[in-house]
């Protein structure tokens, strides 16, 4: 499995109408696969929409865009609101949860790390130990690195269902000393953090 992850940037004030157009849009484009989620910037980036798709494989993914570009009503006419996009692949830790529909937010982190070369293997066995105490205590959405975009990355993300929970979680973690996991920030070069909430049409809420 991997997932596709596509940034968009847009225009201000766009949103409200972007959502609209490509909801409608959607109804057409899920024929042929599914969305994972569909989410929009609340606090960091601003004006970002983030959409990610589930496929097998790569050539799973070039199946489907090969249907789907045979679709009249795909893609959602957004091109006047969108000013940069950005896509990634994204292959999930071996021990990382699948992106399924359902409500579990509806507040959304994202949070990507920039990484050292060769640092990948201590950092996803420093995951593998601590994550089950971590998920005690608020569910892991994915965690996975980029493998097709801006590499030596990765990304996870975090559900909450409210941001007063974020805090008292995280402030938790770092009482019980589960969370970070030992090392990580050797192995850090640059960190960022969005928080995200999803559109009425997002399978995961």
Do not use: C
Request: aromatic letters at 12%.
């Amino acid at each position: 499995m991997i997932y596709e992850v596509r940034t968009y940037r847009l225009a201000p004030g766009s949103l409200a109408e972007v959502e609209k157009r490509f909801g409608e849009a959607y109804e057409h484009r899920k024929k042929y696969s599914s969305l994972s989620a569909f989410w929009h910037t609340e606090i960091g980036p601003l004006n970002e929409i983030i959409h990610v798709w589930p496929y097998q494989d790569l050539a799973d993914r070039a199946r489907v865009r090969a249907e789907v570009g045979k679709e009249p009503n795909w893609p959602p006419r957004i091109s006047e609101y969108v000013l940069s996009m950005q896509s990634e692949i994204l292959v999930p830790f071996p021990f990382s949860p699948q992106l399924k529909p359902g409500k579990i937010g509806p507040f959304y982190e994202m949070r990507y790390y920039t990484i050292k070369i060769g640092t990948l293997p201590d950092i996803m066995r420093a995951w593998e130990a601590n994550l089950p105490e971590r998920m005690k205590l608020s569910p892991l959405v994915v965690v996975g690195h980029v493998d097709l975009g801006e590499v030596n990355r990765y990304i996870h993300i975090w559900a909450y269902n409210s941001m007063d929970q974020r805090e008292a979680v995280r402030a938790k973690a770092r009482e019980m000393g589960v969370w970070p996991p030992p090392g990580g920030a050797g192995r850090l070069l640059t960190q960022a953090n969005k928080i995200m909430m999803p559109a009425a049409f997002s399978p995961m809420q």
